[in-house]
């Protein structure tokens, strides 16, 4: 009985095999050596007619966050002292600087002061900026050092812009309250003056009363300073708690010592002003003056006292920024890299050749099947229809 089962033929096998592809390699060997090796000798010389460029570089120590010695001393305040540590540190200071270093105010400075817009040939400062920030580098260390590096085709001009940028910053931080001392200060100052405002005019009303302290020997002024004291006293520790609102959730244990000892204050307060002893008619008036001038004179003592500690801490701290190594004139240039350049070359001409002769190979191999001719032939007309020929 005859088997008329039909057996397919085997398909044919279209891979491309690695013979092949060893035989179109080594039919255009001298394309690729020849090839890569010219491109590359061409763009090392190119290189050699390139501008060089230096690379100047500066580190230096940001200004470190340290305890102070007014830490140990706020609890004599005791109002004023929550409001030292609400102004924190950050948790990293080194990102702050980089980013003032970006800062328009930096950059302005520096494009003034070294006439960058002429240099580099710009018609606005904002192309300046991004021509300067090109050439710019600046980053931190885990050692808490900061370096930037200037690139530029004078090595003198490069190390005196470096370390500009360090004289510049410097300027900056003078204007800005950064370390935890220049911000009790600026705070204390601010206070301060405006206590002062209200001990004239307290001072002032005093006086205009018209009426001694040998009037009130009848009635001890002692009780009046107390009571005067107190309300300072009650008004700084309402500040304090205040201040703490800002950074301290309400069960957290400071911030009830800060109220329990804010009702302890009121209560005693209180009581004061009970007990104070009476006055005449006519002493009213003259009592009340009297209460307030002495209320502003404590409070003037407390921020006194609190913002000479911060001039000193802040005095104590130095140099905002310590300069490590000055930016010096570098002896060697750092751009162009002439041999990077030519191996960067010669391998990507390389690849391309290789490219290129494999996907010849393959237009050849496709010319010689009709199928695939008459593909490449209606592909080609497409194209030439496409562009209009």
Do not use: C
Request: charged fraction near 25%; proline fraction near 4%; avoid cysteine.
């Amino acid at each position: 009985m005859t088997d008329n089962t039909h057996i397919p033929s085997e398909p044919e096998d279209d891979e491309i095999s690695l013979l092949d592809l060893l035989q179109t390699i080594v039919d255009n060997l001298r394309l690729l050596i020849l090839g890569p090796l010219v491109v590359g000798l061409a763009a090392l010389g190119i290189s050699f007619a390139m501008a060089p460029i230096y690379t100047a570089s500066v580190k230096f120590l940001p200004p470190q966050q340290q305890q102070s010695a007014a830490a140990s001393m706020l609890a004599s305040l005791g109002g004023l002292g929550g409001l030292a540590g609400a102004a924190a540190g950050l948790k990293n200071p080194a990102d702050q600087y980089l980013a003032f270093m970006k800062s328009n105010s930096v950059q302005d400075a520096l494009i003034e002061r070294f006439q960058l817009q002429e240099r580099y040939e710009t018609k606005f400062k904002t192309d300046t900026r991004t021509a300067l920030t090109d050439s710019t580098r600046a980053s931190s260390g885990k050692d808490g050092l900061i370096s930037v590096e200037i690139d530029d085709k004078d090595p003198k001009f490069a190390a005196e812009l470096a370390n500009g940028y360090v004289e510049e910053l410097q300027k900056l931080l003078a204007k800005l309250a950064v370390t935890e001392a220049q911000q009790r200060r600026m705070f204390f100052e601010k206070q301060l003056f405006q206590v002062k405002e209200k001990l004239t005019e307290a001072e002032q009303a005093l006086r205009a009363t018209g009426v001694s302290s040998s009037v009130l020997k009848s009635n001890p002024t002692s009780a009046l300073v107390a009571v005067a004291g107190l309300k300072a006293q009650v008004t700084a520790q309402e500040v304090k708690v205040g201040a703490m609102r800002g950074y301290l959730a309400d069960t957290a244990p400071d911030f009830k010592q800060a109220m329990t000892e804010l009702a302890s204050l009121r209560a005693q307060l209180a009581k004061q002003e009970k007990d104070e002893p009476a006055t005449a008619a006519g002493q009213g008036d003259y009592v009340a003056k009297f209460r307030e001038f002495k209320y502003q004179e404590t409070l003037f003592e407390l921020f006194a006292r609190q913002f000479e500690m911060a001039k000193v801490d802040e005095s104590r701290e130095g140099a905002v920024i310590q300069v490590l190594d000055a930016a010096q004139p570098p002896e060697r240039k750092s751009k162009p890299k002439k041999a990077l350049i030519a191996i960067i070359a010669t391998l990507a001409a390389g690849f391309a050749l290789l490219l290129f002769v494999f996907i010849r190979q393959a237009l050849r191999n496709a010319g010689q099947d009709p199928e695939s001719a008459s593909k490449l032939a209606r592909l080609q007309a497409s194209w030439r229809k496409a562009l209009g020929r």
